[in-house]
């Protein structure tokens, strides 16, 4: 019997959701708190300029796990020099780690902001609980548990709607672009295209499309079972435009929250997350700064254990290891091997001296050395039918990936020019 549940329509959403909303994460939260804080609605037009990219690449990554029944990384080794691979994901893996280290030093900070005590203990607590997690529970149980994290998000909309906005001024904002020459002004240009466009969300996507696959006793690959393309490439468009629209209509009002109160307050610098929902509350009331806060936990739940998951992936496809979250640890210890020691490696980090923004500063670097050359080569993927068979990216989607491709290169070579000149 056909299903009529209410809530049939959910079964849509997965891998696309959980990666856009993994996005927002807490060292994003930052980028996007200091463009607000420092720049006004100066930079709005960015959300709407990323959205049509970045929903094009996820949805190229998610096609190509779907239809070939591998992971991009493992796709990648089968199309080209293993030693270009390994360097690209090594450089992943680094900029994950430090990124899960801001990440868990964000949600310490978080938690000590709503219910006092160590920040240390909480981040120390928060390590412990996403590996047991990742480690211990069932792919189908855990994914359910990321999918509904993703309302944590939410707060960030509530956070808007108890300030003081002017939307007319945010809308006009958004779709007239307002364009500066300075460094400043450039540098959080390519912070938020980096913040946006990150290379841990292609590995992730491509190989939770994998995982949904295999999870299913009914389905297969595209390539082995055309018949089921029409409602799974359906499927995965309809839930990745969703997952990036969530990803940057958020990052939106968390730019429109920190414009309409840091930067009105004349307080234009942010050193990270936790600092701007403290700030946030003498300004804006304590329930905008708790709930900003607690925005920040829930995002840093979802995101820790996508990026640490993504270079698990990436690594363990690259030597043709088993990978998965449906696997047993012994089943798959290069895969979770790499989850534990960059979860760990990153929880460490908060015991050294390194400061979160120029932490992440380290990590938009990498990031932008590793980005445009895994995204060129995920196009070349994406358009090669002996690998794609007759579900090669069509023309929109496939010229909308290019042009992301050029905007990250056009942003890393802005990024070191900048970093040069400083």
Excluded at 175 to 186: F, K, N
Excluded at 193 to 212: D, K, M, N, R
Excluded at 345 to 371: C, Q
């Amino acid at each position: 019997m056909p299903d009529k549940s209410p809530l049939r329509w959910l079964r849509l959403f997965g891998p696309g959701v959980i990666t856009g909303a993994s996005d927002d994460d807490p060292s994003g939260i930052a980028t996007y708190s200091q463009a607000g804080a420092q720049f006004g609605f100066g930079l709005l037009w960015t959300m709407f300029l990323t959205y049509p990219l970045m929903a094009a690449i996820q949805e190229i990554c998610a096609r190509i796990g779907r239809v070939t029944g591998l992971g991009l990384a493992a796709n990648l080794r089968r199309a080209y020099p293993k030693a270009a691979l390994y360097l690209c994901v090594a450089l992943l893996v680094i900029a994950n780690t430090i990124n899960i280290g801001a990440d868990i030093g964000a949600i310490g900070s978080a938690s000590e902001l709503l219910w006092g005590g160590s920040r240390l203990a909480y981040a120390a607590a928060f390590t412990t609980v996403t590996l047991g997690l990742q480690i211990w529970l069932p792919y189908g149980r855990y994914a359910r548990l990321l999918f509904w994290l993703s309302a944590s998000l939410l707060a960030y909309v509530a956070s808007a709607a108890v300030v003081h906005v002017d939307w007319s001024a945010a809308l006009y904002a958004t779709v007239v672009p307002s364009l500066r020459g300075d460094a400043e002004w450039l540098t959080m240009i390519v912070a938020l295209f980096g913040t946006t466009i990150s290379p841990y969300l292609f590995f992730w996507q491509a190989s939770t499309e994998v995982e949904e696959e295999e999870a299913d006793p009914k389905a297969e690959p595209l390539l082995r079972a055309p018949r089921q393309a029409r409602f799974q490439l359906f499927r995965l468009r309809v839930d990745t435009l969703v997952g990036m629209g969530v990803s940057n209509v958020i990052a939106w009002f968390i730019i429109v929250t920190t414009a309409s109160t840091l930067f009105r307050s004349q307080i234009h610098d942010v050193a990270s997350a936790a600092q701007a929902a403290a700030a946030l509350a003498p300004i804006a009331g304590r329930f905008a700064g708790l709930v900003f806060a607690a925005g920040i936990v829930g995002t840093g739940l979802l995101a820790v254990p996508v990026l640490a998951g993504s270079a698990g992936y990436a690594v363990a496809e690259s030597f043709d290891c088993p990978a998965g979250l449906t696997r047993k640890p012994r089943d798959a210890r290069v895969f979770y091997g790499v989850i534990v020691a960059s979860t760990l490696a990153g929880f460490a980090l908060n015991f050294t001296r390194l400061n979160p923004m120029k932490a992440l500063i380290y990590a938009a670097v990498i990031n932008g050395v590793a980005a445009v050359p895994i995204m060129a080569m995920t196009m070349l993927l994406a358009t090669n039918r002996a690998l794609m068979g007759e579900f090669v990216v069509p023309g929109v989607v496939r010229w909308l990936g290019w042009a992301a491709t050029i905007v990250m290169f056009a942003a890393a070579v802005a990024m070191f020019t900048t970093l040069a000149k400083g």
